[in-house]
């Protein structure tokens, strides 16, 4: 497997490292939407959320939220963006788990924005009842 972030984790690529547990790895992204964009990644190769387990994902989501909070005091964005693109369709440029904190500027021209759809009669309680847990 020829992949990065892969790579990345087992220190054969040097990384801007900001923070480090025994299955989670973050970095500051190269290619930074703002300065001070970080990159979350698990150490076990996975592609997606859905391919990796509930625990890692769970750390790379509480390193999220305090990485989140030491970017606010540090670069002071207006904001900030967590995400993760899933797949291709998504907008998932590297194959494997990334988990986005990226600071956000009122000047900034980065934009994130959908068409709204509407659901038919019926058809949002119906999809609820079919995705409820």
Not at 48 to 72: C, H
């Amino acid at each position: 497997m020829d992949c990065i972030f892969c790579k990345l984790a087992k220190g054969e690529i040097p990384a801007a490292k900001v923070a480090e547990t025994d299955d989670v790895l973050a970095f500051l992204d190269i290619s930074p939407a703002n300065k001070g964009h970080i990159i979350i990644i698990p150490k076990q190769h996975a592609e997606r959320v859905d391919e990796i387990d509930e625990k890692t994902f769970g750390e790379m989501a509480i390193l999220a939220s305090r990485l989140a909070k030491r970017l606010m005091q540090v670069v002071k964005p207006d904001g900030y963006n967590i995400l993760v693109n899933n797949a291709e369709a998504a907008g998932q440029e590297v194959m494997h788990l990334h988990l986005h904190v990226m600071p956000r500027f009122d000047s900034d021209d980065f934009a994130f924005r959908w068409t709204h759809k509407k659901y038919g009669n019926g058809e949002m309680q119906e999809l609820a009842e079919k995705l409820r847990l």
